[in-house]
T-cell receptor
Framework: LAKTTQPISMDSYEGQEVNITCSHN???????ITWYQQFPSQGPRFIIQ???TKVTNEVASLFIPADRKSSTLSLPRVSLSDTAVYYC????????FGAGTTVTVRA | DAGVIQSPRHEVTEMGQEVTLRCKPI?????LFWYRQTMMRGLELLIY????????DSGMPEDRFSAKMPNASFSTLKIQPSEPRDSAVYFC?????????????FGPGTRLTVL
């Protein structure tokens, strides 16, 4: 099981881009990288997943370098409603969540 | 689909009482997970089922906790007797297939307070 490391917290302001980097040095060849988002008083929800290069959807972008030992979740032009905890998981079918990254967006 | 349904949404009970939390997974999902979340310990996996069979209960804190899945559309998590340290938000989640490539859907959670 690939261990992941991500920052505990990040602060930002409305309209800025937020980038959260997750390290997963022992990622296996077949592992996918998945990010979940959890708003206060709600359960986590899937936001994006990728294997290599770049993936983009309506919520975020995920950048994965060629060595795949890290990945960066990018939230463009954040708003107050993007304040949440963001979790990075690597091919963990049991979804053992760590502490995640608490992103706080201020006005 | 209504998503994962949990009941009750809030439960307040006194120490020593039995507590039963309920979950209805999304139809067609063959994996069901129970999590507990507290400020101190974060989001912890308690137990998960595949096709109604418990696969891994290593996260269940002690014998006071038990979980069942009598059929594909219903699961319960029971605490007997309850203690104040069991106060937490309990989430149920379901997924189709073993691979984490498949999206996992969480319910709204049950906030349990044990006095």
């Amino acid at each position: 099981l690939a261990k992941t490391t991500q920052p505990i917290s990040m602060d930002s302001y409305e309209g800025q881009e937020v980038n959260i980097t997750c390290s997963h040095n022992n990622i296996a060849t077949n592992d996918y990288i998945t990010w979940y988002q959890q708003f206060p008083s709600q359960g986590p929800r899937f936001i994006i997943q990728g294997y290599k290069t770049k993936v983009t959807n309506e919520v975020a972008s995920l950048f994965i370098p060629a060595d795949r030992k890290s990945s960066t979740l990018s939230l463009p032009r954040v708003s107050l409603s993007d304040t949440a905890v963001y979790y990075c998981l690597v091919n963990d079918y049991k979804l053992s969540f760590g502490a995640g990254t608490t992103v706080t967006v201020r006005a | 689909d209504a998503g994962v349904i949990q009941s009750p949404r809030h439960e307040v009970t006194e120490m020593g009482q039995e507590v039963t939390l309920r979950c209805k997974p999304i139809s067609g999902h063959d994996y069901l997970f129970w999590y507990r979340q507290t400020m101190m310990r974060g989001l912890e996996l308690l137990i998960y089922f595949n096709n109604n069979v418990p696969i891994d209960d290593s996260g269940m804190p002690e014998d006071r906790f038990s979980a069942k899945m009598p059929n594909a559309s219903f699961s319960t998590l029971k605490i007997q007797p309850s203690e104040p340290r069991d106060s937490a938000v309990y989430f149920c989640a379901s997924r189709r297939g073993r691979s984490s490539y498949n999206e996992q859907f969480f319910g709204p959670g049950t906030r349990l307070t044990v006095l």
